[in-house]
């Protein structure tokens, strides 16, 4: 058995992105989420795996019956927000109110605390932050350091430590990025596992884990999901992002749960739960 590394899942379906479709669209789609999540449920039982599930509040209200599977199964579960939308789009309310509606239905679900938070496009903001020790949340896992993407937020953040308090009793634990001389490469799964070959990858987690300590992975459960409708209007960058090498997903994903020891946040930092 290989280093421990955090192993995350944004939960959410292939229609539930904000940018293309708004919710109220939503109820017009084919719910595809389940299957996909017992891929991965599957995959991470075949090797002892546990893992922190972000869950969008949209998604539990829909299928609640799975959210209290994943938990009773000893997975994590946190919040992805309820209608995926961009932090940095919405005003201080409609984001308080958009975190505390999903805080409360994964609360009712599975009738315990959360205490994470993941950003939908990794969009976290400074002032979200302060919402979200306000409301209660004992971390976030959100900040993908110094990098350039069109829609991550640019919340500039330390490199040289990948968890860390951000307020009294409120931690970061950041999204992995690949140091190359003067750039700093996400590298964190989801589209980047589908698109380096698997042994480039893994090289990857292995220097990210030997100068930071820590590896944070994440993957949707579409990103394993070949047979999903295609989104309309997608530039062709944001097809790539998107489609990518979905066939391979199920297999890459195999490997690095045998290649490394996977992890909830919260199983890798007991401290996390503890915090008043
Ligand atoms: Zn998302």
Known sequence: MGQSIIFTVDLEDWFTDGRQNRISSWNNYELRIEANVRTILTLLAKYNAKGTFFVLGWI?????DLIREIHALGHEIAS???AHELVYTLTFDQFRNDVRKSKDILEDIVGTRVIGYRAPCFSMI??????????????DSSIIPNTFHDLYAKLYSRLDKACFEIQENFWEVSLPVLQMGPVNIPWGGGGYLRFYPYSLFKQGINKIVESKGLYNFYIHPYDLDNSQ??????????KLRRYYGLKFTEGKLDK???DF????????????????
């Open 261 to 276: 020891e996977c992890k909830s946040i919260t199983a890798y930092y007991p401290f996390l739960s503890t915090l008043k």
């Open 256 to 258: 690095l749960l045998n």
């Open 80 to 82: 992805h927000g309820f």
């Open 60 to 64: 539990a209200l829909k299928k609640p």
């Open 126 to 139: 400074k002032w979200g932050l302060e919402i979200l020790k306000q409301e209660g949340f004992k971390y």
């Open 229 to 238: 409708p295609r989104l309309a209007d997608l530039s062709l960058l944001n």
